[in-house]
């Protein structure tokens, strides 16, 4: 019997970018509708606008370079660049918060760079740092999340939410000011400045941590999409279970040491960017690194400077400061985490010249 001889690479496929941002932005779906639910319908309004707002700057960057508009909103590099920063800000953010956002995000991250592939920094990430430095009370502006138990205040109306984001009145003139009653810092804000109280003492007192339990639904729902993500072969486990990993290691031995002033890993991995950094952002095949241990290496730098800057920092997260600081690492790292070619003793680095 006669075998049919095909040289490698043994592929069955071409994947395509366009596939694989269609993936990644359909496993953000668990942690979008977590977020709608527990939040409100604030965070759709503002994935749909940032969306827009992304395609736009997107189609008017390619045709001031000459290049061919439908072709690279087509990747869908872009809408998810949108998608991700609209998941990281307040749900109540106003409109112009979105556009100052997906603005820096694709016009300097991403096109001022030459566009997908070139740029050194995660664009959203970038984007929401801006916006996280220049406007701190419309980014710190979260909503007491609802809760399943009704202990807390009631979800506003599609109507209403729309009218506080675009700014032109609510339907009722008491929901403004009914927002402005059930703003307050997150979980990790209030582990932050506790005040002099132990940690014990915040859990027992702070009604932000008694709803923990929708940042914990938040953080599962991203959970299951980068799971699903792994299972798909988008990108290896390497990066999103060395960070979470390396987070709990750290924050163990903060907890260990001194548990009335540090938080407890639980806190740590369930609460803020953490699942949304892990599996989302940390995972950026352009501005991460690329090597299997180039990325164990990666991420471990961002478990690390996350924990230092939540703990000792002036900001309560860290994911996007500690991303765009490891981002600056990435051709440093892979540079010297390059696996050995086969038919050489050492990798090809620098200092090896791979002999």
């Keep these: 019997m006669a075998l049919i001889q095909i040289s490698s690479p043994h592929v069955q496929r071409p994947t395509k970018t366009a596939d694989i941002m269609r993936l990644v932005i359909l496993a953000t779906l668990p942690g979008l509708l977590a977020m709608t639910f527990f939040f409100g319908w604030g965070t759709l309004i503002n994935v749909v606008l940032a969306s827009v707002f992304a395609l736009l700057f997107e189609a008017l960057c390619t045709a001031a370079r000459k290049r061919p508009v439908g072709f690279f909103l087509k990747d869908n590099s872009a809408l998810l660049t949108g ?28 096109q001022l760079y030459g566009g997908l592939g070139q740029n050194p920094f995660n664009p959203a990430m970038v984007g929401y740092a ?108 390497h990066t999103p279970i060395t960070l979470l990993v390396t987070l709990a290691i750290v924050s163990s031995i903060g907890f260990a040491i001194d548990p009335d002033s540090f938080a407890d890993p639980f806190v740590h991995l369930t609460t803020g960017a953490t699942m949304l950094g892990a599996f989302f952002i940390a995972t950026d095949p ?48 892979d540079q010297y985490s390059q696996p050995r070619s086969y038919g050489h003793k050492k990798a090809n680095t620098l200092s090896s010249g791979g002999k």
Aim: aromatic share 16%; net charge neutral; glycine share 8%.
């Design 83 to 110: 998608i991700l920063l609209a998941l990281a800000i307040p749900s109540f953010a106003p409109w112009w918060v979105t556009l100052t956002g997906v603005f820096f995000a694709i016009v300097i991250a991403k």
């Design 130 to 237: 801006l916006l996280l430095i220049s406007f701190p009370v419309e980014m710190t502006r979260w909503t007491a999340p609802f809760d399943i138990n009704g202990n807390s205040w009631n979800i506003l109306s599609f109507a209403d939410t729309f009218s506080i984001i675009f700014g032109i009145g609510a339907s009722d003139p008491s929901v403004l000011l009914n927002l402005d009653a059930h703003t307050g810092a997150t979980p990790l804000d209030t582990l932050k400045h506790r005040n002099g109280l132990t940690t014990e003492e915040l859990w027992q007192s702070s009604s932000v941590l008694a709803n923990a339990g929708a940042w914990y639904a938040v953080s599962f729902g991203y959970f299951v999409g980068g799971i699903f993500l792994i299972y798909r072969k988008i990108f290896t486990w």
């Design 286 to 333: 352009v501005s991460s690194a690329t090597s299997n241990r180039g990325k164990i290496i990666f991420a471990a730098g961002i478990a690390i400077l996350v924990y230092v800057i939540r703990t000792w920092g002036n900001y309560p997260d860290a994911m996007a400061f500690a991303v765009m600081i490891m981002n600056l690492c990435a051709p440093f790292i």
